[in-house]
Structure formats: C-alpha cells, structure tokens
C-alpha cells in the first residue's frame, strides 16, 4: 500500500465534536496529527493521561490537550474528555495517514486458478497465492507474501511484507499480521531414535481467530495433530515464539521475546510480559500476569501475579527477594557469632 498525500487537518470545534469533548479554548485552531507533550508542535494534539503530567502541559506547545478535566494556567485549547485514552486512540485514528489500496492484484503476484479471491482483496508485488486459498473481501496480501495450499483467510486482514502461511492453516477476519512473521512453521519437536534425533511429523494446523493482532518476526508453529490456537482478540508483540499445539484463550496480550513451548494451555485474558517463558505441558488460568523474564514452570491458577525463575505469586516473590537482599548482611551476622561462639568454647576449655 502507498500513502495518500490527502489533508487530515481539522478545527477543534470539528474534533471536539468527533471526540464528544467539552472545548475550552479557541475552537478555530487547526490540528493535522497527534504528539507528545515534550515536542508537539502549534498544530499538533497532545494528551495528559496522568495527573502526574499537569505541570508538563502548562510548557507544552501543543495546539491542544486531550484532559480527564481542565488544567489551570495552560496556554493551549483543552478537549476535556471521559476517558482520555479512548479519545487518544480515536484521535490517531482520525489523524492517521490514509492507504491507497492498489487496484486488485499486482502483474508480478503469482495466484493458482483455484483459489478463491474475495472483493476488493489487495494482492502485493511478488506474492504467491497457492491451491484452493480463500481470501475473504477487503483484505491485504502485501508484497512478498507467500499463502500456502488450503489455507483461508478472512475479511478485511492485513498481512504485511513478506509473511508465510503453511498450508492448511485458517486465519479469520479482522487480523493484522505484521512483516516477516511466520505461521504454521514445522514445530521443534524430536524423538531419540537409534542415536538420532528424528523430526516427528507435524500434521496439524494453526488456527487465528477474529481481530488478532500479530507483531513482526513472530513464529506461530503448527501442531503435530489437530491445531495450534491463537483465540479473538489477542495480541502479540514482535519475536514471540508459539510452539507447536499451544492453545491461547481470547483477549491475551503476549509482549516482544516472550516464549511458550509445545502443548501449553493459557486462558483467557492472560498477560505475558517482555522475555517470560512458559515451559511445555503446563495449564495457566485466566487472567494471570506474568512479569517480565519470569520463567514458568508449572501450572498456575487464574486470576494471580507470577514473577520470577521460577515464577512464583508475586508476594511470596517479594518476600523472598527481600530476605535475598539481607543475605550478605546475614552471612556477617552468622561469622560474627560463629566467631564469638568459638572464643566463647575456647574460654570455657581454658578452665577445665
């Protein structure tokens, strides 16, 4: 897709009305994008998420503020709003470069007479779509991209440059994934055989459900039997690794390097942060947080905060982290006896 040099500039009476905010300052100041407080500039929105940023917007010099409520003493328009972060997203949505879609599929795609193309479906430079693929109306094959046999794919989603799909796998509607990623790659897993070791066959599939969201360089492995499951919803970072028959729940957010080895059950509603890993063969419930670098290792219930290698609920993590904090004082406090308890041995020999 090619950007579209079209004018996203608008008055703040106009936004005020997009974003149903109570306007307090001159409603005739034009805005074309969106910036941060330290570096917006005279026709740029800025936002105050926190009460902690009130005294960096009265230095901004933003045209205007999204605000929770006014702000003294600030120079610029103020957009008061209910919730400043859903306003913030609407507000980058509105001032958001537009794509151009190109007209159909590109000369130098390559798409087999079976497959079925849906209305108005971009198909990139370069892009190879295979036997009996299904690609659903309104959505984006870009360039470089490689739609193995029997896979479908759904309406209005987007892959970007360079993305694979192995055969067989099922991507729904409203998915974005991003450049180079991977899906339904032969997963890692071997027997010892004879000495050796064997690639066990990989049969199954990988199966994306509605509105998930995939970042770049990402690999989601196919199961050995039955499917690898990504549920609605869910979202994931760049360089996340899936291992082959994974079962992710709906609404997940897994961020960049984080891991999770074969066979791996998580609910829903469950955060991963940045470089945690989830050994294989575990269960981990619903809406549990891992903090970032933790490492699990066994299963865990729902609804609870897991930190560390190996991960453990957060507040017995604490806990043992402060008594790991004492230690060397410990380990002096333990010399310094040991010392008076011989001197005090010593002595009492002495006077035998």
């Known amino acids: 897709m090619t950007v579209k040099n079209n004018d996203n500039s608008m008055t703040l009476t106009d936004l005020a009305a997009r974003l149903n905010a109570r306007l307090i300052g001159e409603g005739s100041v034009i805005v074309v994008s969106v910036g941060s407080l330290g570096i917006a500039r005279p026709d740029q929105l800025s936002f105050v998420s926190s ?55 590109h000369p130098s795609a390559v798409v087999e007479e079976s497959a079925v193309i849906g209305r108005n479906v971009e198909i990139g430079p370069f892009a190879f779509v295979s036997h009996n693929v299904k690609i659903g109306d309104n959505s984006i094959i870009s360039a470089g991209c490689k739609v193995c046999e ?18 067989n796998c099922r991507i729904g509607d409203n998915c974005t994934i991003l450049a180079n990623t991977t899906i339904g ?37 196919r199961a050995k039997f039955d499917n690898t499951i990504i549920g609605a919803g869910t979202k994931i970072d760049n360089l996340v690794q899936i291992a082959h028959n994974v079962v992710i729940g709906k ?38 947080i891992i903090a970032g670098k933790s490492s699990v290792v066994t299963s865990i219930d729902e609804g609870k905060m897991y930190w560390g290698s190996p991960a453990i609920e957060i507040s017995e993590q604490k806990k043992a982290w402060a008594c ?8 002096k406090d333990i010399r310094n006896i040991a010392k008076k308890v011989s001197e005090i041995e010593t002595a009492e020999n002495d006077k035998k």
């Open 51 to 105: 009460d902690k940023y009130a005294e960096n917007a009265k230095r901004s010099q933003a045209g205007a503020i999204l605000v929770h409520r006014q702000i003294e003493n600030v120079a610029a328009a103020q957009l008061i709003v209910d919730s400043v972060d859903t306003s913030l997203i609407e507000s980058l949505k509105i001032f958001a470069p537009r794509l151009t879609p190109a007209a159909g599929i």
């Open 324 to 331: 790991f904090r004492k230690l060397p004082k410990m380990a």
């Open 185 to 221: 790659s032969t997963g890692f897993g071997y027997a010892l055989l004879g000495g050796k070791h064997q690639l066990i066959p990989h049969n199954g599939a990988v199966i994306i459900e509605d509105c998930v969201e995939i970042g770049a360089n990402t690999c989601i492995d």
């Open 150 to 167: 029997n896979v479908k794919i759904g309406k209005n989603t987007n892959l970007d440059c360079n993305v694979v799909i192995y055969r």
């Open 251 to 288: 609404c997940c957010l897994l961020a960049g390097q984080s891991g999770i080895a074969g066979s791996t059950v998580i609910g829903d509603g469950v955060v991963l942060a940045g470089q945690s890993g989830i050994t294989d063969n575990v269960k981990i419930g619903s809406r549990v």
